[in-house]
């Protein structure tokens, strides 16, 4: 069995490193010597190639942004100390801090269930609880990994917009202290949500606040944090460190980066087993500076934000001109990088032969449209174009 789980992570390891290969061959190829272009210089670029195409399923589907390859390949020259102990990773620390200030610690993993459940394991122990909204992703998209690696219960709250509030939360803490029952020890909560909405500054302080009087820490999935900070135009310790959160899971993926996430603990006290729990945890990476000078290049000159306010403006644009279209109703605030809609089961299946996208809930027709940092204006008024034309031939 050892020998089986040793050739497997030899193997996700490979996959790794030839795909950097890859990454790194076209940056060769492609990439001018001007690593700060412009996004829609870039877009332009991209659309010669007939290969290309667009959907709006996920900001995980758009590629990586050719600054952050350009660093990929400026750090793949010469030999480097492995395991964090390079130059490129604490580079990479340092524009944390600068960003959030000088008393956090900061680990790099590679994808975000590895940052969420490894965090979290980090702030309780089997008998504790994690509370979380229903359509977390802890709860929903990561295949049960909290529960097998933390062997720790999630007490889930229904919800309609994807935000807890201390007054949904606050009935679960009854049985604080019976031996008979888990104990909640931590509150999840995702911003911005999975629903796309965003939480506010007031609404996090609440919640830290009670948890915080009740003994209990606040984890913040971050997945889409910068769409959120971008969407609330505030600095993000605002949002983050100077609201009571005790660690961030910073994604980067969703915003440009080819792989790569951080785990920011505010309250350091908690961080002094992570370096073991991520090893144990096989989400330390030997060559980690490919991975550091990804979030270098996402940090510097804000292209993080940049992304991110792109990302929210198509989205906006989106709904903006969908709510023109009677046949089709908004169904979640558009906050952030993502649109709800309920639309027709069969006008829905005839947008997807062109255009991929999730249903979200398929018993009430929900769909979720999700914007990136290389969505332009053109793909939104040619996704809308088509929605229209489908209309027109159905009501024929």
């Known amino acids: 069995m050892k020998n089986k789980n040793r050739a497997t992570c030899t193997m996700q390891v490979l996959l790794i ?34 290969m290309i195409w667009k959907g709006f399923a996920s900001d995980n589907y758009a590629g990586i942004h050719p600054n952050i390859v350009q660093a990929i390949n400026n750090a793949n020259h010469g030999h480097s100390k492995a395991y964090g102990n390079d130059t490129y990773t604490q580079e990479a620390i340092t524009l944390f801090k600068k960003l959030l200030g000088e008393n956090i610690d900061v680990y790099f993993v590679v994808n975000g269930t590895g940052a969420n459940v490894l965090c979290l394991s980090a702030l309780l122990r089997p008998y504790e609880s994690i509370i979380c909204a229903e359509s977390a992703h802890i709860n929903v998209d990561e295949c049960g990994a909290p529960e097998k690696y933390l062997g720790c219960k999630l007490i889930t709250i229904p919800t309609q917009d994807g935000k807890l509030t201390v007054e949904k939360i606050k009935p679960l803490l009854t049985n604080v202290g019976d031996q008979h029952k888990v104990q ?81 603990f505010f309250n350091q006290a908690l961080s002094n087993d992570f370096p073991f729990i991520r090893k144990q945890g096989m ?114």
């Open 17 to 50: 490193c030839a795909f950097l290969a890859f990454k790194i061959q076209l940056a060769q190829n492609s990439i001018t010597s001007n690593s700060n272009m412009q996004t829609e210089d870039i877009l332009k670029t991209r659309k010669e190639n007939p």
């Open 184 to 264: 909640p020890k931590v509150i999840s909560i995702t911003q911005g949500t999975e629903l796309g909405t965003v939480y506010t500054i007031e609404e996090i302080k609440k919640i830290t606040d009670f948890a915080h009087a009740n003994g209990m820490y606040v984890h913040m999935d971050g997945a889409r944090i910068s769409n959120a900070a971008a969407a609330l135009n505030v600095p993000l310790a605002t949002m983050t460190k100077d609201a009571g959160i005790d660690v961030l899971c910073f994604g980067g993926t969703k915003d440009g980066m080819m792989l790569g996430e951080a785990v920011i």
């Open 283 to 396: 989400q330390l990476i030997s060559k980690m500076r490919f991975i550091s000078a990804q979030f270098i290049a996402l940090l510097a000159d804000d292209l993080w934000l940049k992304n991110a306010r792109h990302a929210n403006a198509m989205a906006t644009l989106l709904a903006e001109e969908v709510k023109k279209i009677p046949q089709i109703q908004i169904s979640q605030k558009t906050q952030a990088n993502a649109v709800f809609a309920i639309v027709d089961p069969k006008v829905i299946a005839l947008l997807q032969e062109k255009y991929f996208f999730y249903v979200w809930d398929e018993a009430s027709s929900e769909v979720r449209w999700m914007t990136s940092w290389d969505t332009t204006r053109e793909d939104i008024l040619d996704f809308v174009a088509f929605i229209k034309q489908i209309l027109e031939r159905q009501n024929r």
